[in-house]
């Protein structure tokens, strides 16, 4: 590189003055220049103003891919791609003489460049600037920290401003430098009325204690002791005390060294109210069960026995160590291997029994009659986990039955008696007649002693199954919670596991909402709310509801409603609908599913028809009886307890005030049809 008649040197202002000594050795020149690491050029001031190439170092020429060559005799604007910013900074170096500096991105071919501009003027002996001496120094990495800095703050920033918990920050005095606006919502203080306040001031004395003794073991432990989670109550705006649960982290800075701490505080006011009431329904429960004069029982998938209830010995004589895992061992041998025939039925076809009778035997020998029902914990795949088996001591019954049998043998015997005594004697038709009132007595009398029975038994099915509810929906509740992972992360395995729960929490809840309505329905219970309503409204929200399911199958649907006000109940004629409609949609693969709506005079008459497997006419006549399930092509491939249709029609007549009837053709489709008033009278049930 040649530079005749310059010698280069530190001056005032940093400016380069031409002086009359003799030039600089070039090649010792030549080295240091291209020695430096940095981007170095220098450019001619020319008298059009504008500024050509001179010469650059070796890493000017590595940046930019260009040659000597191609770069010297170049204007500045043909080689780097400058700005009209940057010109400005050139002619401003010459105009006020003085060194200028900016940061620009340069767009070379071997890729961009942050870089920080350094521009020197180079005077001759009158003060004229003839060449402009300049540097780049690469500040892209500088650039790539900052912009990942931002980034990271950002999100600090959102992840912060959008958490249901509150985030914090203290310093080492405990004072707080930062909040997340959740601390507003959770505790009814701005971040900003909290900032500069001491830990301490926000708890109870009793509750800091506690807090403090933490802290002072997670500063005493800092190097190891990183983290720590614990509960406590802070005080909120109206100096009540919220339940929280506090996660803290020691905050170190790049040597080391404690600088504060950082963390969050979750409100789990819900969650103590939940377990508070989740104990307290497991304790009501345990009650019910203990209490109650049936036997509980809870068997797994191969019949052993899981849960007795205690009132287990008072029902077979045997403690509920020598029963559990012996199904079996209290059945009286004359019917073991029937009861043994509908356990494995219940096992194998996953069925359910109501009211089974049978005797067993005592401990200590005495024969009874009992009476059971049990339900299989079905999953999704139509399996199920195990049995709920519920066994009450029907002997009184029994007894009585026999002694109804007994009589109505000796009636038998004292009819044929009286009869050959009516040719003899006034007087012996007289004796028959009286011994008829009396016999018709005693069946009166053993009658509404087995209806009061029956009424016992339906209440205590119905007292039951409102109290397994409670229980029932904390274990919905949470393990749609755990699902969903707002108690932690879950692996796949466990949220499998968590949604069969789920799944057969939400069966048997269904089916103890239809054995209470039954219960509540044939105990004359059964509450109604008459209103006025529109029927395409109440159409419209059954069809909302499986309309996805209709979709799933690619059914078409047909839906024609002749709208009017209907006088009746709401709630219980949706129920209806839903029952016809989920069962259309479920015994139909492919066709069509139409619901026709009109009234006539006084009664509004719906038809719901589908194209779906039809039912035999031996079966119709079966359709509308409790558990019952008609056997079909798709009877496997479809859940129920063969409740559905006996409820809808209950709630039809009993209640409704209505009729309901079915048209079938086997293979062709079904239709339902409803008939109820447009405006239904409201009755006074008893005990209203």
């Known amino acids: ?18 002086t009359e000594e003799p030039e600089l050795n070039e090649n010792y020149l030549s080295l240091i220049y291209d020695a430096i690491s940095e981007v170095i050029f220098l450019l001619a001031v020319k008298p059009d103003d504008s500024f050509r190439f001179v010469s650059v170092n070796r890493a000017f020429m590595a940046v930019s891919g260009l040659t000597m060559e191609k770069v010297v005799g170049k204007r500045i604007e043909e080689v780097l ?91 080492t005095r405990l004072k707080f430098t930062y909040l997340s606006p959740s601390v507003e919502r959770m505790m009814g203080f701005k971040p900003e009325q909290w900032v500069g306040t001491k830990l301490s ?99 797994d998938t191969k019949g052993n026995n899981l849960y007795i209830s205690p009132n287990c010995e008072e029902i077979t004589g045997y403690t509920q160590e020598e029963l559990l895992g012996e199904l079996l061992l209290w059945v009286h041998e004359d019917d073991t291997l029937r009861a043994k025939e509908l356990f494995e039925r219940t096992f194998g076809e996953g069925l359910g029994y109501k009211n089974f009778e049978y005797k067993i035997v005592k401990k200590n020998g005495e024969v009874r ?34 002694e109804l049998q007994k009589l109505n043998e000796e009636l038998e015997v004292r009819v044929m008696e ?12 007289e004796n028959l007649v009286g011994d008829l009132n009396r016999t018709t007595n005693n069946l009166k009398s053993a009658n509404v002693r087995l209806q009061e029975l029956d009424h ?33 992360e879950i692996n796949p395995e466990q949220k499998e596991q968590l949604q069969l729960i789920h799944m057969a929490g939400e069966q048997l809840l269904a089916l103890i909402n239809d054995i209470i309505d039954i219960s509540k329905i044939e105990a004359g219970k059964l509450e ?66 139409t619901l026709h709506a009109k009234t006539i005079n006084s009664m509004t008459n719906i038809s719901i028809t589908d194209t779906g497997t039809g039912i035999m006419p031996d079966d119709i006549k079966k359709l509308f009886a409790a558990f019952v399930r008609l056997e079909s092509s798709l009877s496997a491939k479809t859940q129920g307890t063969g409740l559905g249709l006996y409820l809808t029609k209950k709630l039809t007549e009993d209640v409704l005030d209505g009729t309901i009837e079915v048209t079938s053709e086997y293979g062709i489709g079904s239709t339902f049809k409803l008939n109820i008033p447009v405006e239904l009278e409201i009755r006074i049930t008893e005990g209203e």
């Open 81 to 171: 791609p400058e700005t009209a910013h940057a010109l400005g900074k050139y002619k401003e170096a010459i105009s006020e003489k003085k060194t200028v500096f900016w940061e620009q991105v340069f767009a070379y071919p071997t890729g961009e460049l942050a870089g920080a501009v350094t521009v020197t003027p180079v005077l001759n002996a009158h003060g004229v600037c003839t060449h402009l001496v300049g540097s780049i120094h690469d500040i892209t990495e500088h650039e790539q920290v900052d912009e990942a800095l931002r980034e990271s703050e950002e999100k600090f920033r959102i992840l912060a401003e959008n958490s249901i918990d509150c985030i914090w920050i203290l310093d």
């Open 418 to 429: 009286r009869t050959n005594q009516l040719s003899e004697s006034k007087q012996a038709l």
């Open 456 to 488: 016992m038994k339906s209440m205590f099915i119905a007292s039951t199954s409102h109290e397994l509810r409670t229980p029932l929906n904390s274990i919905i509740g949470f393990s749609s919670v755990l699902i969903e992972g707002w108690m932690g």
């Open 1 to 18: 590189m040649k530079l005749k008649g310059f010698k280069l040197k530190k001056d005032k202002g940093a400016l380069i003055k031409h």
């Open 528 to 593: 109604t709310d008459i209103q006025e309503f529109r029927l395409k409204e109440v159409i419209d929200e059954a069809v909302s509801i499986v309309k996805n399911s209709i979709d799933e199958k690619e059914l078409d649907l047909e839906v024609e409603v002749e709208d009017t006000a209907i006088v009746s109940d709401r709630r219980r004629l949706l129920q209806c609908l839903l029952n016809l409609l989920s069962n259309a949609v479920k015994f139909t693969e492919k066709g069509k599913i």
């Open 201 to 299: 001031s926000h708890f109870k004395k009793k509750d800091f204690l506690k807090v403090g003794a933490l802290i002072a073991k997670n500063i005493k432990n800092y190097e190891t002791l990183t983290h720590v989670t614990f509960e406590t109550k802070m005080l909120n705006s109206i100096n009540d005390e919220v339940n929280v649960e506090i996660s803290s982290k020691v905050l170190l800075n790049s040597q080391g060294k404690l600088i504060g701490f950082y963390g969050n505080t979750r409100d789990i006011t819900e969650r103590k109210q939940a377990e508070k009431a989740r104990r307290e329904s497991e304790e009501r429960f345990r009650t019910i069960v203990e209490t109650a004069p049936s036997l509980l029982i809870i068997t």
């Open 369 to 402: 009659y009992v009476s059971s029902s049990w339900d299989p914990l079905k999953v999704e795949d139509g399996k199920f986990k195990g049995i709920v088996f519920q066994t009450i001591d029907i002997t009184e019954r029994k007894q009585a039955e026999a």
